[in-house]
């Protein structure tokens, strides 16, 4: 079944220690990306990947990092989180930068 | 700036209502998608139209997109509790990145 999994699917933590969120789409693609949802604002960007080793940043890149190694894979990290990051995750991956977006089902990140 | 804004935000209706929901922009799109979430999932895809004046029809879910590809409506007959989630849609301009629209939350009571 063709999926993008991520984890973990809830996560409460506090201010300043660092977090990793991960990320494996199993459908080949090469374009994957992170998107914050909050309500009233829809989802917005916050990293890209077109490729191995390609990343850039979207809307909204502060106090957030990637890293693409392996075409499956493309975790969001947090270094130092603080609360303004507390919201709804999503990761995705198509074929392209402008096709259909396959979801992950979301991680809730509560940052107290 | 939101590029796409969608209206209404909010929508609450009861089952076997009509209703139109409505993404419009100053933008000209290469293409268009609209997406249903439910609550604890990711969004996922219901359409893309891609050609001005394009319609598409997915059971009681007729989605249009303007002559000028600058705005789409998504139409839903006669709906049910099923209906029920946040609609999404975004717009592609050539090769770049996907601009979503803020969503309509949109409830069906029974």
């Known amino acids: 079944e063709a999926q993008v999994t991520q984890n973990p699917r809830y996560l409460i933590t506090v201010t300043g220690k660092k977090l990793t969120v991960t990320c494996s789409q199993n459908?080949?693609?090469?374009?994957m990306s992170w998107y914050r949802q909050d309500p009233g604002l829809g989802l917005r960007q916050i990293y890209y990947?077109?490729?191995?080793?390609?990343?850039d940043k979207g809307d909204v890149p502060e106090g957030y990092k990637v890293s693409r190694k392996e075409k499956r894979n493309f975790p969001l990290i947090l270094e130092s989180p603080s609360p303004n990051q507390t919201s709804l995750y999503f990761c995705?991956?198509?074929?392209?930068?402008?096709?259909?977006?396959?979801f992950g089902d979301g991680t809730r990140l509560s940052i107290l | 700036t939101q590029l796409l804004e969608q209206s209404p935000q909010f929508l609450s209706i009861q089952e076997g209502e009509n209703l139109t929901v409505y993404c419009n922009s100053s933008?000209?799109?290469?293409?268009l998608q609209w997406y249903r979430q439910e609550p604890g999932e990711g969004p996922v895809l219901l359409v893309t139209?891609?050609?001005?004046?394009e319609v598409k029809k997915l059971k009681r879910l007729t989605f249009q997109f303007g002559d000028a590809r600058k705005d789409s409506s998504l139409h839903i007959t006669a709906a049910q509790p099923g209906d029920t989630g946040l609609y999404l849609c975004?717009?592609?301009?050539?090769?770049?990145?996907?601009?979503f629209g803020q969503g309509t939350r949109l409830t069906i009571n029974p």
């Open positions: 995705a991956s198509s074929l392209s930068q402008p096709s259909p977006q396959h």
């Open positions: 459908m080949n693609h090469e374009y």
């Open positions: 990947s077109m490729n191995v080793e390609v990343t």
């Open positions: 933008s000209v799109f290469s293409s």
């Open positions: 139209v891609v050609t001005g004046g």
């Open positions: 975004a717009g592609a301009r050539g090769a770049q990145k996907l601009v």
